[in-house]
T-cell receptor, first 118, second 114 residues
């Protein structure tokens, strides 16, 4: 069965420090992988996605993630965190439908809450 | 496009009352999803539609929950009767048909059942 594990419930970093949020997934085929960010009281905003091709993907707000098939991981990174990055981050794996051409349902991890110290 | 629009943003209701959540997907998107977010279970899919037809409703918790999509631009999620354990944030999302690899989420409806 498909599943996503985010082992860190809460991470605290100082502003300007580097960040890595971990994500491991279980999926039978080549996955669609996503990172979403949720600010308090807000919806989910897509940071980046991996569908195919280059395993290092760039997203918005200076985030990047690397797909490692051998480790079933899709960790999110940012070289220098800003106070505005404080939020909750969700990793998700998407199910492919229509012979793999379309995104179906998403399976989400439990999220990692990021706190940024000034 | 204004994005996925959900209404209301907040709903407070008494136990036993009927609650209806509404969603307008992005125009042209053929897939519509309803997700629920709770502290206990995180984000989970309730149901999704393709071309207004329910495809997978295995996440609907029980018969008190029902969802409809009468046309391509509108969907409802109804809870009748509501219970305190239904308190959650309910998200609607939509995605394009072919070659789409992204789902767009609405702002969510925060439901509180007292």
């Amino acid at each position: 069965a498909q599943s996503v594990t985010q082992p860190d419930i809460h991470i605290t970093v100082s502003e300007g420090a580097s960040l890595e949020l971990r994500c491991n997934y279980s999926y039978g085929a080549t996955p669609y992988l996503f990172w979403y960010v949720q600010s308090p009281g807000q919806g989910l905003q897509l940071l980046l996605k991996y569908f195919s091709g280059d395993t290092l993907v760039q997203g918005i707000k200076g985030f990047e993630a690397e797909f490692k098939r051998s480790q079933s991981s899709f960790n999110l990174r940012k070289p220098s965190v800003h106070w505005s990055d404080a939020a909750e981050y969700f990793c998700a794996v998407g199910e492919a439908v229509d012979r793999g051409s379309t995104l179906g349902r998403l399976y989400f991890g439990r999220g990692t809450q990021l706190t940024v110290w000034p | 496009d204004a994005g996925v629009i959900q209404s209301p943003r907040h709903e407070v209701t008494e136990m036993g009352q009927e609650v209806t959540l509404r969603c307008k997907p992005i125009s042209g998107h053929d897939y519509l999803f309803w997700y629920r977010q709770t502290m206990m279970r995180g984000l989970e899919l309730l149901i999704y539609f393709n071309n207004n037809v329910p495809i997978d409703d295995s996440g609907m918790p029980e018969d008190r929950f029902s969802a409809k999509m009468p046309n391509a631009s509108f969907s409802t999620l109804k809870i009748q009767p509501s219970e305190p354990r239904d308190s959650a944030v309910y998200f609607c999302a939509s995605s394009l048909p072919m070659t789409s690899t992204e789902a767009f989420f609405g702002q969510g409806t925060r439901l509180t059942v007292v």
